[in-house]
């Protein structure tokens, strides 16, 4: 059975904000009806286990009433709806710059001006706190400076405040172009990435019109110019440095979220525009990136690691040859992804960095009696000691792993047709290399031929060395 929309619900809180909803329904403001408390205090008791409607409708009413499963889902529907309300509150009650607009509205319509003043300053200390800056920050502040505006109307309707208005309308501006500005680099970041390319375009003159303009003075508006600039020209790289140079000086400014997206525009720009064409030299600049983003908590959401930039940044790092910071990543890090990942995480990727240094005896230690339930790591498990044998020259040991890898990629029903042959290959090629006879350089030539020829083939690169080895 499905569960309800409302244990679905219920089941996303954490104990804090249970706790606070439990207080929320206890307001007679939000909710009239005691039977609401005592049917979400059975969901929270039961959160876990599957949904028993004849148990929740007892909780309810006891064996008084006959049970009726339309006036219990009609609770539950309720239930849910304070709920998403309670999360809506939630999440305005976190936004310092949405709630103080709101108090400035309420006190400009009943003409409080005392009250209105103290409030005027407050919203104007909260543009001086760090990490705050987004697109939002000037919506807000658009409608604070209008709403002063109109306050020095009321007050003074012959002579209103004409800078507050002045104010509000640069705020709009800023509003209008760091938005529309982020979501065309987001359509330019779908488009480098994978056959999707949302429909965004920006009105023709946008970009060279912004060049010369005030706007570029702020911060946010600047930032996703250039991260435009970045994708869209063919001087991206003059753009890039731009950028990246910015966000060191300004990043405490920046609202967490925002300093992510531009980021991962940076990262995706090495990657997409520079490294997949040859240009390797930005594996270091990727890497840098990556530092920054640790150093400033851009990878972490609520004190848990982010396990694809986990796994991205040890094959970065390894690939630029430090290792000695890659392991001292791992032994630092892994203890933050969740938690059902850590010890696959740190037997796997100490392992990687013990098959970097060439210590393969260490390599063989950490994996031989290891069992992986994560795909991903069953499969990088075998690959990585069917490379350290082939590195020792272990014969018996490489044929028995290469016939119990083939075994267990015919068996194993949750990997995919096109991942099975892609290991299968790796498996025909690893044993061709391994028994070439010496000194078959033709022999080595053709394998060689073939490998190229041959498209999505795991550690590709690898057996190419390899193969160079045997010419």
């Known amino acids: 059975m499905k569960s309800p929309k409302l244990l679905i619900l219920l089941r996303s809180f954490d104990g804090n904000l249970l706790a606070r909803f439990r207080k929320f329904l206890h307001s007679p403001l939000y909710n009239e009806q005691p039977a609401l408390v005592v049917l979400f205090d059975f969901c929270r008791e039961h959160l876990a286990e599957a949904w028993d409607k004849q148990a929740a409708w007892r909780a309810l009413h006891g064996s008084q009433r006959p049970f009726d499963d339309l006036a219990l889902r009609r609770m ?36 409080l001006h005392k009250h209105f003043t103290a409030i005027l300053r407050e919203s104007r200390a909260l543009n001086e706190r760090p990490k705050i800056r987004q ?9 604070r400076a209008l709403q002063e505006y109109r306050h020095s109307e009321l007050m003074n309707p012959r002579k209103p405040l004409v800078k507050a208005l002045e104010d509000a309308d640069y705020a709009l501006d800023c509003y209008y172009f760091s938005q529309k500005l982020k979501n065309y680099c987001e359509m330019l970041g779908y488009a480098q990435m994978q056959a999707l390319k949302p429909e965004i375009r920006l009105p023709g003159p946008m970009l060279s019109y912004l060049e010369d303009s005030p706007f570029l003075e702020d911060s946010l508006v600047r930032a996703y110019y250039l ?8 001087e991206g790289e003059r753009f890039f440095v731009a950028l990246r140079q910015m966000l060191d000086k300004v990043y405490k ?72 910071w890659v392991e001292e990543f791992i032994k630092t890090y892994t203890e933050r992804l969740p938690e059902s990942e850590r010890e696959n995480a740190l037997t796997y990727n100490l392992a990687k960095v013990y098959f970097y240094r060439k210590e393969y005896d260490k390599v063989i230690r950490q994996l031989r009696s290891v069992e992986y339930s994560d795909l991903f790591y069953a499969l990088g498990n075998r690959l990585m000691l069917l490379k350290t044998y082939y590195e020792l020259g272990e014969d018996m040991a490489l044929d028995s792993l290469i016939d119990s890898f083939g075994i267990y990629l015919r068996r194993n029903k949750q990997i995919s047709s096109e991942v099975r042959r892609q290991y ?25 031929e073939e490998l190229l020829a041959t498209p999505n083939l795991a550690d590709k690169k690898w057996m190419l060395e390899k193969v160079e080895e045997l010419l």
């Open 253 to 324: 400014d920046f609202a967490m979220q925002e300093l992510e997206t531009l980021f991962i525009h940076l990262m995706n720009y090495c990657i997409y525009a520079q490294i997949n064409k040859g240009q390797t030299q930005y594996f270091g600049e990727l890497l840098e990136l990556y530092r920054s983003a640790l150093t400033y908590g851009i990878l972490e959401k609520d004190g848990v690691f982010d396990p694809f930039h986990y796994k991205n940044i040890i094959t970065v790092g390894l690939h630029v040859g430090e290792a000695d």
């Open 135 to 143: 697109p939002l920050f000037h919506f807000y502040n658009q409608r």
């Open 424 to 448: 299968q290959k790796v498996l025909r090629f690893v044993r061709k290399m391994f028994y070439l006879p010496p000194g078959d350089k033709a022999g080595a030539r053709k394998l060689k």
């Open 227 to 234: 991260a435009a600039r970045m994708m869209e020209s063919p």
């Open 76 to 111: 539950m529907s309720k239930l849910c709806k304070l709920g998403e309300d309670f999360l809506a509150l939630e999440f305005f009650r976190a936004s310092p710059a949405a709630f103080v607009y709101w108090k400035l509205e309420g006190l400009n319509r009943v003409s």
